[in-house]
């Protein structure tokens, strides 16, 4: 959400940005804001005029009563009632104006980073960086669920009889192999100095509201029906959320995160054969990292924070590249984000893992997240990054590490959790 006063002495600049995001339907919204902000402060002005002047008559009243001016007194006391009545319509017109300003401010985007690239959609997301040599080997790879069945590690028959599409069972070395997926990213990320936690997994709509937009919010969430009170879709949610109202010293800064939990998503619409299986679903683990810090160092922890994601697939023999995302592509609160996709052997092509974004003070700003410096308060930054989400990142993982014999190769960073093992054996092997 942006300043209201950024709004006001930069009207224009704001609808660019919106042009620049092709929302061209809030441009509307700008000068609605800008007109109700005038007659709020308009409200707030003669509000205080007509509190001044209540003193000011109630000293009268007390003059002229001594004089034994009744009349005039009991004049002035309706002077003075009829200033109450019209307080009290300004201040019930105050209210309604700055609801008004509010719905609409929830909704017009945050400003761009300069260096964003403009476009209208993922499809005109900018390629930055690769890292890893993509591999296309001599033998066929299976479809990502087929890998899976060949070591009895998936069952999504039964997931549908138990919860409908977009469910899975995760069973044996698969299951495995996701929780040993997740505990080493949990160890990379407090190897890097970041502090681990394990938030609530649902959260208020105050919360629900202050972290993402209207649109996002509404295609990700699930209510929980008769309360306030809604399943997380990702872990940045109850971990920015956990700074809701609060007032942090700036010498405690940075405050870097790195949290586990389950996530939930709606997940809406019908999608093609390659975001069958576990790739698109319902629920999933995520390990996810988040900073809160200074202003002017959220750019730097931008780049830091991606660099993790890239350093931890390459550990893993998957190859990655960074994908900038264009202006039509990044959600309203966003000042600028970058995908990691993995590169998948099967289709010849990277796909999504995880996503990195800068926030600005966006969500600070929603939320009330504070920061105490030795020149005053001001709104801290926001960061969150993908370590890891499987089972989606396992799709990567088996891909890019599946033997012509039907193995699957163990990276000697996973190992440890695995027991050891430097191969999974399908079944029909053993």
């Not at 591999?135 to 479809?143: G, S």
């Not at 995760?170 to 299951?175: E, F, K, S, W, Y």
């Not at 997926?181 to 509201?209: E, L, N």
Request: proline share 4%; hydrophobic share 35%.
């Amino acid at each position: 959400m942006l300043d209201i006063r950024f709004l006001r002495e930069n009207p224009e600049l704001v609808k660019e940005n919106i042009r620049n995001k092709f929302q061209d339907q809030k441009l509307v919204m700008v000068d609605e804001v800008i007109a109700l902000d005038k007659e709020n402060r308009e409200i707030k002005q003669e509000v205080e005029a007509l509190r001044a002047q209540k003193n000011q008559l109630s000293k009268q009243i007390g003059g002229l009563m001594a004089h034994g001016q009744k009349e005039e007194a009991e004049a002035v006391k309706k002077q003075v009632t009829a200033n109450a009545d019209r307080v009290e319509e300004l201040t019930n017109r105050e209210k309604e104006t700055e609801e008004e300003i509010r719905k609409r401010m929830l909704v017009i985007p945050n400003i761009i980073d300069p260096s964003v690239p403009i476009g209208k959609d993922d499809s005109e997301n900018v390629e930055v960086e690769r890292f890893g040599e993509p591999v296309v080997p001599d033998f066929e790879i299976p479809y990502h669920s087929e890998i899976m069945e060949s070591f009895s590690g998936i069952d999504l028959d039964a997931a549908r009889r138990v919860a409908g599409n977009g469910f899975y069972y995760l069973m044996g070395d698969i299951a495995r192999l996701h929780s040993a997926v997740i505990s080493y990213a949990r160890d990379f990320m407090i190897d890097r100095g970041f502090t681990y936690c394990v938030p609530p997994f649902m959260i208020r709509s105050d919360v629900v509201t202050g972290v993402m937009s209207f649109a996002e919010m509404e295609a990700m969430m699930y209510k929980i029906e008769g309360e306030d009170l809604y399943l997380i879709g990702t872990s940045e949610h109850s971990m920015i959320g956990k700074f809701i109202d609060q007032i942090i010293q700036e010498d405690t800064l940075p405050l870097t995160l790195t949290s586990y939990s389950p996530c939930f998503r709606k997940e809406k619409g019908a999608h093609g054969l390659e975001e069958r299986g576990v790739y698109r679903i319902h629920q999933f683990e995520k390990q996810e990292m988040i900073v809160v810090c200074k202003p002017e160092e959220s750019a730097e922890w931008y780049d830091k924070l991606w660099r993790n994601t890239v350093d931890l697939f390459r550990t893993l023999d998957i190859p990655v590249r960074t994908l900038e995302c264009c202006s039509g592509d990044l959600a309203d609160l966003k000042v600028k984000s970058v995908d990691v996709e993995a590169w998948s052997p099967r289709q010849q092509k990277y796909f999504e893992v995880g996503s990195c974004s800068n926030l600005g003070d966006a969500q600070a700003r929603r939320l009330k997240i504070r920061i105490n410096g030795k020149d005053g308060k001001y709104l801290a930054h926001t960061l969150n990054n993908t370590v890891v989400a499987p089972p989606r990142m396992l799709i990567a993982f088996l891909e890019n590490n599946l033997n012509a014999d039907g193995t699957v190769s163990i990276p000697k960073a996973l190992q440890p959790y695995m027991g050891g093992k430097e191969k999974l054996i399908p079944d029909a092997q053993k």
